[in-house]
Nanobody, 127 residues
């Protein structure tokens, strides 16, 4: 059974930084394509970032590109999302996800590509 446990969310001022983590059990991150989605109140789920199973390729949503960085630590079986220059519109619940298989044809953008979701961690950007 695959379990994803996110942590590291919290309240941050605009312009600040935060790193959220996702500890994975039941699947090896070093051989898994993975990603992050977020959902703000009354909004649809939004793709944030993904990383290929090799770890060599990262993908980002347009609203976070240049500000967020996805990474992983294979020794800890953990995936991270480092978020810089945070804005109020980044406020959301952030979910860690595992992909059913390696990404192709841009399918990293759609929720149906992923088979396991964490419970989410709340990130709030406010002064």
């Amino acid at each position: 059974q695959v379990q994803l446990v996110e942590s590291g969310g919290g309240l941050v001022q605009p312009g600040g930084s935060l790193t959220v983590s996702c500890v994975v059990s039941g699947r090896t991150v070093s051989s898994s394509a993975m990603g992050w989605f977020r959902q703000a109140p009354e909004k649809e789920r939004e793709f944030v970032s993904a990383i290929s199973s090799t770890g060599r390729t990262a993908y980002y949503g347009g609203s976070v590109k240049g500000r967020f960085t996805i990474s992983r630590d294979d020794s800890k079986n953990t995936v991270y999302l480092q978020m810089n220059s945070l804005k109020s519109e980044d406020t959301a619940i952030y979910y860690c996800v595992t992909a059913k298989s390696e990404f192709y044809s841009g399918n990293y953008l759609v929720p149906q590509t992923y088979d396991n979701w964490g419970q989410g961690t709340q990130v709030t950007i406010s002064s």
